[in-house]
C-alpha cells in the first residue's frame, strides 16, 4: 500500500484535519521530537486506497542567520553583515524538526503540505520538502510526488475539498520571504548592532537592552514620534462662534449653527454680533427632508479586525491575531489573515447563517434575515488571497474564554451585518436667515434600524427631531451670543489609527503589522496609555530625532513602502530575486556608512536626554586594574563600569547582582561578584573581568566561576564541581558556596538545581571520589540544627550515593520542565536514563567531556 505523509503548520491543525479527512478513525501517537503527534488512517487517494500519515512543525522549520563568526559583536565590524555568508539554522533546535520530518517521511510516496495559505506558509512548504528530500521514496522532483493543499476554513467541506483540488507550491511567494528575511536580517542586525554599542557604551540610563533599529518597526516608531511632535509643537489659537436660540411656534427652543461655522478675528466676529443684534426674529428660508442611508460594513479582513480589536474590544493587534488563529485552528473562523473585504461569488452564504439561526445571542436576528431574503453584500476589495474572515461554526458564550468569545462574537456579528438590511433615517434640515447671517439645525429620525439591531454599538441613541418650521414663517430670537473657542493639538495615536496608517503606507503586511507594534512597545521606544493610544518614551523620541537629522529616509515610511513592492513582484515572478535583493542591500550598506559616519548628530541628541555612564549607578565593587570603585548599572542591561579606566564589563541579566563575600580573582584581582535568579533559581560566582574576557581557550564569554578551568582557584570548577550532569550533554553539577544555609548545585549547561543540607553551616567539596563517578562533598552542621544521624555535627559521602545524605538531597528546575523524553532522576538525586545506563565518569573524564 502506498503511503502519503501530510504537514500542517500547528499540532492542533493536524489534529483537527486528521479527525476530517478521516471520519474521526485514526490512531494518534506522540512524535520523536515531543511536541508533533502523528495521526495514521487509510483511505482514498488518486483512484487507489492508501496509507496517510498526518503530522504537523510548529511554524517555520528553520531560520536564517550568519555563520558562526559573524555572531560576535565584538569581533566583527556590522558593516561587514552586509556582505558576509548567512545560512538556515533550525528555527528550534530541541525540537529537532528536520530530523523528525526526515524519520517521518521515510518510505513516503507523496508528500501533501497543508501549511497556512500565505507566503509565510509557503516558505515553510519548501523548508519542509528540504527536509524530506533524501527520505522519501521518490525523488521530490517529481511531479505527481509534492503537492499542496489550499483552504480557507477548518470545515469538512473546505478540507475535503482541499484534497480533491491539490495544487503545487509557489517557489515565487517563497522566495519573496527569503528576499525579506535576508533584508531584515542584514539591515536590522547592522544598525542595531552599531548604535547599541556606541550609546550603551556612553550612556547608564537608556533602560533598553537593545537599541534596535528595524526596516518596518523603525518607521511605525517614526508615526508616533511624528504625532508626538505635532502635540508639542501645537500652539492653541483663539476663535469665535456666533450662536443664536430661537423659539418655534410650539415654545421650543433650538440653538442653531452658523453657516460661517467660525471666525478667528475678534472684531469681525464681534462685527457679526452687532449686525444679527439688529434683529428679533430669524426667517425660515428653507426646509429639506432627506432619506439617507447608513450603509452595512464591508466583509472584514485582518486589518479591520485589528483595528476593532483594538479600538472596540481592548485587546493589542498582536494578542487579537493570536486568539483569531486559535479560533482559527479550532474551526470557528475562517482564516484570519486576509486583505479581501468581498466574498467570491461562489461563496455559500446561506449555509454560513444557517449555522447561526439557534444562536441564543443573535439567532432571531439571523430568523429575519432569513425569512426576509438575504441582501447582497457589497462590493468590497478582492486582494486574490483568502475569503473574509467569516464565522465557521456556532459558538455559545459558554464554549470560549473571555477574549476568545468577544472577538467570536465580533467577527460573527459583522458577518450577520453585510448581508442585513442597511439603517435608514430621516434627515431633516431647517435653514434660517438673520439679516445677511445664515444659520440652521438638524434632526434625524430613524426608519429603518437595518443592520444596527445586529452591530447595535452603530445604533442611534435616540431620535434627534426639530420643532415643526414652516418655510416663511419669522421664529422669535431668544438669545445671541458670541462664544470664545480654542483650537486643541491632537491626541497621540491609538493603535487602531497607527494600524490604518502602516496599511496606507505599505509598512509591513497583514500578518507583521500586529508583530512591529509590539516591538516597539517591548522595546521600551513607546508605551501603552489609556484608550490603547501610543505614547513615545525619552528613547523612542530620540532615536527617530536622530534619524531624521542624519537620514530622514532611515525611518519615513517610503523606502519601507518601495521594498515591499520589489518583494511582491518576487512572489508574482514579475522581478529577479538576486537583483532585487542586492540591489536593496547595496542602497542600506551606503546609508549605514553614512549614517557612522554622521552618528555625532544622534549623539548630541542623547546628550540632552540621557546620563553619561560615569554619572549613573552607584558605587558597587573595585576594579582590578586601578583599584578604585566601580559603578552598577542597573537600568538595562545591567553594566559595571569604571569611570577612571574609562571600561564596561557587561553582566548576567535578570537577576540580583551581589558582592561576593568580598573576594578577589586570583587572575586579575577584579572584586568577585554573585549571580542569583532568587531562591528557586540558579545562582553563581563570577568575575566582572573574566565574563567578559574568558581567560582560558575553553571558556565561553558571558561564563561564571562555575565554568572556569582554574586549576587551584578555590571559587573555580576544578574546586567546587561535583559530578557530570544527566540531563544535559557536558554539563557539570557545581556547588553554589554562596548559597548557604539553602545550599544547591547548579547545573552550569542546563536548568537542574540541587537543594541540599538546608541549614547546614558549611558545605565543601573534596579531593576523594566515589565509586560513582561524584566528588565527595563534607557536610557541618551546628549542634541544634543538625540533621545527621545521631546528632553528628559533621560527615563526609556522595550526595547521591550515600544513605545519610539521601533524604537530605532533593532535585528541581531552575524553569519549568520542557516536554519531550529526558533522563529522570529521584529524590537521591541518582539519575538513569532510559534504556542502558548511563556510565559514571571521574572528575577529569567530567572536565574532558565538557571542555574538550
Not at 450662536?243 to 457679526?272: H, N, P, Y
Not at 483594538?310 to 493589542?316: E, I, P, V
Not at 461563496?347 to 444557517?354: A, N, Q, T, Y
Request: proline fraction near 6%; glycine fraction near 6%; charge should be positive.
Amino acid at each position: 500500500m502506498k503511503r502519503a505523509l501530510m504537514v500542517a503548520e500547528k499540532p492542533s491543525l493536524a489534529a483537527s484535519l486528521a479527525n476530517i479527512l478521516s471520519n474521526g478513525k485514526n490512531t494518534s501517537k506522540k512524535g520523536s521530537n515531543g511536541s508533533c503527534s502523528i495521526h495514521e488512517w487509510s483511505g482514498p487517494f488518486r483512484g487507489e486506497t492508501i496509507y496517510f500519515k498526518m503530522t504537523s512543525v510548529c511554524g517555520h522549520v528553520m531560520s536564517l542567520d550568519f555563520i558562526g563568526k559573524y555572531n560576535n559583536w565584538d569581533r566583527v565590524d556590522p558593516v561587514e553583515l552586509f556582505s558576509c555568508p548567512t545560512e538556515k539554522k533550525e528555527a528550534v533546535p530541541k525540537l529537532r524538526m528536520p530530523a523528525f520530518l526526515a524519520q517521518e517521511s521515510r518510505g513516503c510516496d507523496y508528500l501533501i503540505l497543508w501549511l497556512d495559505c500565505d507566503k509565510e506558509g509557503e516558505n515553510i512548504c519548501f523548508e519542509v520538502i528540504n527536509a524530506v528530500q533524501n527520505s522519501m521514496k521518490r525523488s521530490v522532483q517529481n511531479p505527481d510526488v509534492v503537492y499542496r493543499a489550499h483552504f480557507s476554513a477548518i470545515t469538512e467541506k473546505d478540507i475535503k475539498a482541499a484534497l480533491a483540488n491539490l495544487g503545487k507550491p509557489n517557489e515565487n511567494e517563497a522566495r519573496s520571504v527569503d528576499a525579506r528575511q535576508e533584508l531584515d536580517l542584514r539591515i536590522g542586525c547592522a544598525f542595531t548592532r552599531f548604535q547599541t554599542k556606541f550609546f550603551q557604551g556612553k550612556y547608564g540610563d537608556l533602560d533598553a537592552s537593545l537599541i534596535s533599529y528595524g526596516p518596518c518597526q523603525t518607521p511605525t516608531l517614526g508615526f508616533c514620534v511624528q504625532r508626538h511632535d505635532e502635540i508639542q509643537t501645537f500652539k492653541p489659537e483663539l476663535y469665535w462662534v456666533l450662536q443664536l436660540v430661537v423659539q418655534s411656534a410650539d415654545g421650543r427652543e433650538v440653538t442653531l449653527d452658523w453657516e460661517r461655522v467660525r471666525c478667528f478675528e475678534k472684531d469681525i466676529a464681534t462685527m457679526f454680533l452687532l449686525q444679527v443684534k439688529e434683529f428679533k426674529e430669524a426667517l425660515v428660508i428653507s426646509i429639506t427632508n432627506k432619506e439617507k442611508v447608513k450603509q452595512r460594513p464591508q466583509a472584514l479582513n485582518t486589518v479591520e479586525l485589528m483595528r476593532v480589536g483594538s479600538a472596540g474590544l481592548g485587546m493589542g493587534p498582536h494578542h487579537a491575531m493570536q486568539i483569531a488563529e486559535r479560533l482559527y485552528t479550532q474551526g470557528y473562523i475562517s482564516y484570519p489573515r486576509t486583505e479581501t473585504t468581498h466574498y467570491p461569488e461562489n461563496f455559500d452564504l446561506l449555509s454560513v447563517l444557517k449555522q447561526q439561526q439557534h444562536s441564543s445571542e443573535w439567532g432571531s436576528e439571523v430568523k429575519e434575515i432569513l425569512s426576509d431574503g438575504i441582501n447582497k453584500p457589497r462590493k468590497g476589495h478582492d486582494a486574490g488571497d483568502h475569503p473574509p474572515i467569516t464565522p465557521m461554526k456556532l459558538a455559545n458564550r459558554g464554549d470560549l474564554d473571555g477574549d476568545a468569545w468577544k472577538l467570536y462574537d465580533y467577527i460573527t456579528r459583522h458577518f450577520l451585518a453585510t448581508v442585513a438590511r442597511d439603517c435608514k433615517y430621516l434627515s431633516t434640515k431647517v435653514s434660517f436667515e438673520v439679516g445677511t447671517e445664515k444659520f440652521s439645525c438638524t434632526g434625524k429620525t430613524l426608519l429603518d434600524p437595518g443592520y444596527t439591531t445586529i452591530m447595535h454599538w452603530q445604533a442611534f441613541g435616540k431620535n434627534e427631531t426639530v420643532p415643526n418650521f414652516i418655510e416663511g414663517e419669522m421664529a422669535n430670537v431668544q438669545d445671541v451670543k458670541l462664544v470664545e473657542c480654542q483650537t486643541s493639538p491632537p491626541d497621540y495615536l491609538t493603535e487602531a489609527e497607527l494600524i490604518t496608517l502602516m496599511e496606507k503606507h505599505g509598512i509591513g503586511t497583514d500578518a507583521s503589522i500586529p508583530v512591529h507594534i509590539n516591538n516597539i512597545c517591548q522595546r521600551n521606544y513607546v508605551t501603552i496609555a489609556s484608550g490603547r493610544r501610543l505614547t513615545p518614551t525619552p528613547l523612542g523620541i530620540v532615536l527617530v530625532h536622530g534619524y531624521q537629522k542624519i537620514d530622514p529616509e532611515l525611518v519615513l515610511p517610503t523606502m519601507r513602502s518601495a521594498v515591499e513592492e520589489q518583494l511582491n513582484l518576487i512572489a508574482q515572478g514579475q522581478a529577479n530575486f538576486t537583483a532585487v535583493l542586492q540591489h536593496t542591500v547595496e542602497i542600506f550598506k551606503q546609508k549605514f556608512l553614512y549614517f557612522v559616519k554622521n552618528i555625532e548628530g544622534m549623539d548630541q541628541l542623547f546628550e540632552v536626554s540621557f546620563s553619561p555612564l560615569a554619572a549613573s549607578g552607584k558605587a558597587h565593587s573595585r576594579c582590578g586594574k586601578c583599584r578604585r570603585y566601580m559603578k552598577y548599572i542597573q537600568a538595562k542591561p545591567s553594566r559595571m563600569h569604571c569611570s577612571h579606566c574609562d571600561e564596561t564589563y557587561n553582566l548576567p541579566q535578570n537577576g540580583n547582582i551581589r558582592i561576593y563575600k568580598e573576594l578577589k580573582c586570583p587572575l586579575d584581582d577584579f572584586e568577585l561578584l554573585s549571580w542569583s535568579a532568587g531562591a528557586k533559581g540558579k545562582s553563581y560566582p563570577f568575575c566582572p573581568y573574566c565574563f567578559n574576557h574568558p581567560p582560558f581557550r575553553e571558556m565561553k564569554k558571558g561564563s561564571g566561576c562555575n565554568s572556569c578551568t582554574h586549576p587551584t582557584c578555590p571559587h573555580s570548577l576544578n574546586s567546587t564541581g561535583i559530578s557530570s550532569c544527566v540531563e544535559c550533554e557536558g554539563g557539570v553539577l557545581v556547588l553554589d558556596p554562596a548559597s548557604g544555609p539553602k545550599w544547591k548545585l547548579g547545573c552550569n549547561r542546563c536548568d537542574v538545581i540541587i537543594h541540599l543540607f538546608d541549614d547546614a553551616q558549611k558545605v565543601t567539596v573534596e579531593d576523594n571520589v566515589c565509586s560513582c563517578g561524584a566528588q565527595l562533598v563534607n557536610v557541618e552542621y551546628k549542634q541544634e540544627k543538625t540533621k545527621l544521624p545521631k546528632e553528628i555535627t559533621e560527615m563526609s559521602g556522595c550526595v547521591f550515593c550515600s544513605p545519610y545524605f539521601t533524604p537530605l538531597v532533593e532535585k528541581h528546575r531552575a524553569v519549568p520542565r520542557p516536554t519531550g523524553n529526558r533522563a529522570t532522576r529521584g529524590r537521591s538525586g541518582r539519575g538513569r536514563s532510559r534504556g542502558k545506563p548511563k556510565p559514571p565518569k571521574d572528575k577529569m573524564a567530567q572536565l574532558a567531556a565538557y571542555f574538550v
